[in-house]
T-cell receptor, first 114, second 111 residues
């Protein structure tokens, strides 16, 4: 069975602080895909990144960076110099090769205070 | 804007009623997915259609059904509504089996 765990329910930081959101996944499949989505207060789900299981290269996009480590089954997300607009719920999700459905974690609510 | 549209944005109805949620995928996307987001269950996959055919089923109740039409838009039908069906219902679409882009959601309130 597949599972995604986001142990941090809520994180509060002050603007300009760096923050890391943790994601641990479980699957026996050797081919899988990991995703991060952002859900701002307005409610929509915004796609941030997809990572394939065979590509462990870390990625940086502006203030966002992702660290994928197969050895620890983790796909962590770091926001550098956080801003108030980063306040949202962030979801990590897993998709295995045999199915298209996304398995979501329970989300981490990030609050960035000015 | 993801390019996926959902109507209505909000829906308030009574127990026992039936409602229909509508989704238009991004141009060119053949796959449509429905997800339910509730406080107790989180984000859960309900059902997937690919080019008009049902491809995968998740935790979808028998009171719920869906279809995808020739123009690729999809409808999710919820019947005999219960209080516990109150949730945010998302539609998503994708090209092939890549990342899914979500619509703004329909917030259903059952009173």
């Amino acid at each position: 069975a597949q599972k995604v765990t986001q142990a941090q329910t809520e994180i509060s930081v002050v603007e300009k602080e760096d923050v890391t959101l943790d994601c641990v996944y479980e699957t026996r499949d050797t081919t899988y895909y990991l995703f991060w989505y952002k859900q701002p207060p307005s409610g929509e789900l915004v796609f941030l990144i997809r990572r394939n299981s065979f590509d462990e290269q870390n990625e940086i996009s502006g203030r966002y960076s992702w660290n994928f480590q197969k050895s620890t089954s983790s796909f962590n997300f770091t926001i550098t110099a956080s801003q108030v607009v980063d306040s949202a719920v962030y979801f990590c999700a897993l998709k295995v090769r045999s199915t298209d459905k996304l398995i979501f974690g329970t989300g981490t609510r990030l609050q960035v205070f000015p | 804007d993801s390019g996926v549209t959902q109507t209505p944005k909000h829906l308030i109805t009574a127990t026992g009623q039936r409602v229909t949620l509508r989704c238009s995928p991004r141009s060119g996307d053949l796959s449509v997915y429905w997800y339910q987001q509730s406080l107790d269950q989180g984000l859960q996959f309900l059902i997937q259609y690919y080019n008009g055919e049902e491809r995968a089923k998740g935790n979808i109740l028998e009171r719920f059904s869906a279809q995808q039409f020739p123009d690729l838009h999809s409808e999710l039908n919820l019947s005999s509504l219960e209080l516990g069906d109150s949730a945010l219902y998302f539609c998503a679409s994708s090209v092939q089996r890549n990342e899914q882009f979500f619509g703004p959601g329909t917030r259903l309130t059952v009173l």
